[in-house]
């Protein structure tokens, strides 16, 4: 490959060719793929064999869209696995959840643009967690679930008490272990000895990285507690992208286990309760493809919101307000398979925490306010999940956060004290493991990564090949969460 496959992702603006767009529109995803390794074919044999490179530079089209197709080819790979379910399909896993289930209500829905969708080789097939998307954000099917779930107001409680102690205090503060593990499954790993086998190996070559705790401004005393064995690296602890690495040469299927604590320390800070500078300064406002890119709607869309506004923090606000009084939560297929995130996300008007977060900064740096990027856990007495969020700059305070997913969530509780007070703050129940969007490991992935954007599972590959999906197993578990 040209460079670090992971890289290739930066060029994917630069599209595909229009036969091979219409083919993966239509979900024909072999034939596209057999377009792609021919049209790379060609490339190679101008290049190497046809007349001096300095007089023909470009033999069948600029670099960028060459390096683009190789992370268009894996995407394609990846894209059925992400939209597995026909709509009989479909219908019968919401029929198995949700009592007196219909097809036309199903239908309604698709129509509504409540369920997302793809074609697979010409026939419409739907996003593998498009029905925990439905149950868990729309109160009707939440109450005819045949299996109920909590229904959040302990979880609400906990924010409106915390957010009342960073109003009284400044700050709310918390002491959090958290034990997390990778490994292969046994059928990926059985698979791969395998073929090490037939190539005359006895064993498979496994890399892992599993994310941890970073030194940040809300993190402090950094610690790792345990590791089911000796790790082969671990990253600086201001890394990008933090990890713990083990590199090793399996016969028998095991995981990668690590135990780490630290202190989250959330700080009070209202954007809108004093007078920003006249001048702001100007890191972090640039675009970064693939996705913070400046596109034509989201340029127009910054321009309406924020018209006859002079403020930064009130710029910011009204973006916040954009998306958690606009955008409805989806979970999403894996972000390895998504292309122009912040538009799609503006235009449609639904996404998760990390799409949210990607749109805030994208429309943030339009209107020349630094903007940032950072994720991990979101983690609790009795929770323990991957989350994302965005920090922004408002000079002289400084960085603040913004976390839109929480906030629209309270939005549609009803909460809208706990809405306003994402807007400015998080709270103490998270982990950073990350501070910048498509940051690489240190050391690299050699193969494609599951996300190539963002890590907060963590990434395996067995003989150079990354692996995904149903292939890994992880597993993360909050051990302690003791309030300070």
């Not at 122009?340 to 996300?345: L, N, Q, V």
């Given at each position: 490959?040209?460079?670090?496959?992971?890289?290739?992702f930066?060029?994917?603006?630069?599209?595909?060719?229009?036969?091979?767009?219409?083919?993966?529109?239509?979900?024909?995803?072999?034939?596209?793929?057999?377009?792609i390794?021919?049209?790379?074919?060609?490339?190679?044999?101008?290049?190497?064999?046809?007349?001096?490179?300095?007089?023909?530079?470009?033999?069948?089209?600029?670099?960028?869209?060459?390096?683009?197709?190789?992370?268009?080819?894996?995407?394609?790979?990846?894209?059925?696995?992400?939209?597995?379910?026909?709509?009989?399909?479909?219908?019968?896993?919401?029929?198995?959840?949700?009592?007196?289930?219909?097809?036309?209500?199903f239908?309604?829905?698709?129509r509504?643009?409540?369920?997302?969708?793809?074609?697979?080789e010409?026939v419409?097939?739907?996003?593998?967690?498009?029905?925990?998307?439905?149950?868990?954000?729309?109160?009707?099917?939440?109450?005819r679930?045949?299996?109920?779930?909590?229904?959040?107001s302990?979880?609400?409680?906990?924010?409106?008490?915390?957010?009342e102690?960073?109003?009284?205090?400044?700050?709310?503060?918390?002491?959090?272990?958290?034990?997390?593990?990778?490994?292969?499954?046994?059928?990926?790993?059985?698979?791969?000895?395998?073929?090490?086998?037939?190539?005359?190996?006895?064993?498979?070559?496994?890399?892992?990285?599993?994310?941890?705790?970073?030194?940040?401004?809300?993190?402090?005393d950094?610690?790792?507690?345990?590791?089911?064995?000796?790790?082969?690296?671990?990253?600086?602890?201001?890394?990008?992208?933090?990890?713990?690495?083990?590199?090793?040469d399996?016969?028998?299927?095991?995981?990668?286990?690590?135990?780490?604590?630290?202190t989250?320390?959330?700080?009070y800070?209202?954007p809108?309760?004093?007078e920003p500078?006249p001048?702001?300064?100007?890191?972090?406002?640039?675009?970064?493809?693939?996705?913070?890119?400046?596109?034509?709607?989201?340029?127009?869309?910054?321009?309406?919101?924020?018209?006859?506004?002079?403020?930064?923090?009130e710029?910011?606000?009204?973006?916040?307000?954009?998306?958690?009084?606009?955008v409805r939560?989806?979970?999403?297929p894996?972000?390895f398979?998504?292309?122009?995130?912040?538009?799609?996300?503006?235009?449609?008007?639904?996404?998760d925490?990390g799409?949210?977060a990607?749109?805030?900064?994208?429309?943030?740096?339009?209107?020349?306010?630094?903007?940032?990027?950072?994720?991990?856990?979101?983690?609790g007495?009795?929770?323990?999940?991957?989350?994302?969020?965005?920090?922004?700059?408002?000079?002289?305070?400084?960085?603040?956060?913004?976390?839109?997913?929480?906030?629209?969530s309270?939005?549609?509780?009803?909460?809208?004290?706990?809405?306003r007070?994402?807007?400015?703050?998080?709270?103490?129940?998270?982990?950073?493991?990350?501070?910048?969007?498509?940051?690489?490991?240190?050391?690299?992935?050699t193969?494609?990564?599951?996300?190539?954007?963002?890590?907060?599972c963590?990434e395996?590959?067995?003989?150079?090949?990354?692996?995904?999906?149903?292939d890994?197993?992880?597993?993360?578990?909050?051990?302690?969460?003791?309030?300070k």
């Amino acid at each position: 490959m040209p460079l670090d496959c992971n890289e290739t992702f930066r060029s994917l603006n630069t599209g595909l060719p229009d036969d091979v767009a219409r083919l993966k529109a239509a979900g024909y995803y072999d034939e596209a793929i057999a377009r792609i390794d021919a049209r790379l074919a060609e490339d190679w044999t101008s290049t190497q064999n046809g007349p001096n490179r300095a007089a023909n530079p470009t033999p069948q089209g600029v670099d960028a869209q060459r390096i683009a197709l190789l992370a268009q080819r894996e995407m394609m790979c990846r894209l059925p696995r992400e939209y597995p379910y026909t709509e009989a399909q479909a219908v019968a896993r919401m029929q198995s959840l949700v009592r007196d289930f219909t097809l036309e209500e199903f239908r309604a829905l698709d129509r509504a643009g409540r369920v997302d969708w793809r074609f697979v080789e010409g026939v419409k097939h739907y996003q593998k967690r498009f029905a925990e998307t439905l149950l868990d954000t729309d109160p009707a099917y939440g109450a005819r679930r045949l299996d109920p779930g909590p229904d959040g107001s302990a979880a609400r409680a906990r924010r409106r008490a915390v957010h009342e102690q960073m109003v009284r205090t400044g700050s709310a503060s918390a002491r959090i272990t958290v034990e997390s593990s990778i490994g292969m499954s046994d059928t990926a790993f059985d698979a791969a000895l395998a073929r090490a086998k037939a190539q005359g190996r006895d064993s498979v070559h496994v890399r892992a990285w599993l994310p941890v705790a970073a030194a940040c401004d809300t993190q402090s005393d950094l610690s790792i507690d345990f590791a089911s064995e000796q790790p082969t690296h671990v990253a600086p602890a201001d890394a990008p992208q933090r990890t713990v690495f083990w590199e090793a040469d399996l016969t028998q299927n095991r995981s990668f286990t690590l135990r780490y604590s630290y202190t989250q320390t959330a700080r009070y800070a209202d954007p809108l309760s004093f007078e920003p500078d006249p001048v702001q300064p100007d890191f972090d406002t640039g675009e970064e493809a693939p996705h913070i890119v400046f596109t034509p709607y989201l340029r127009a869309l910054a321009a309406q919101l924020t018209e006859g506004v002079t403020s930064p923090a009130e710029k910011a606000r009204r973006f916040y307000d954009y998306i958690t009084l606009n955008v409805r939560y989806h979970y999403q297929p894996a972000y390895f398979v998504l292309e122009d995130i912040p538009t799609r996300c503006a235009a449609d008007r639904r996404g998760d925490c990390g799409i949210m977060a990607l749109t805030f900064i994208t429309l943030c740096r339009i209107a020349g306010i630094p903007a940032r990027w950072q994720s991990g856990l979101a983690v609790g007495p009795d929770k323990c999940g991957c989350h994302d969020w965005a920090m922004f700059y408002i000079a002289p305070k400084g960085w603040m956060y913004a976390d839109c997913s929480y906030g629209g969530s309270m939005a549609r509780a009803g909460e809208e004290e706990l809405r306003r007070h994402y807007f400015g703050n998080l709270d103490p129940g998270r982990m950073v493991a990350n501070r910048a969007f498509e940051a690489p490991f240190d050391p690299p992935m050699t193969g494609f990564r599951a996300d190539p954007y963002d890590n907060q599972c963590g990434e395996i590959e067995a003989d150079g090949v990354g692996l995904y999906g149903d292939d890994v197993v992880t597993a993360k578990e909050t051990l302690r969460y003791e309030e300070k």
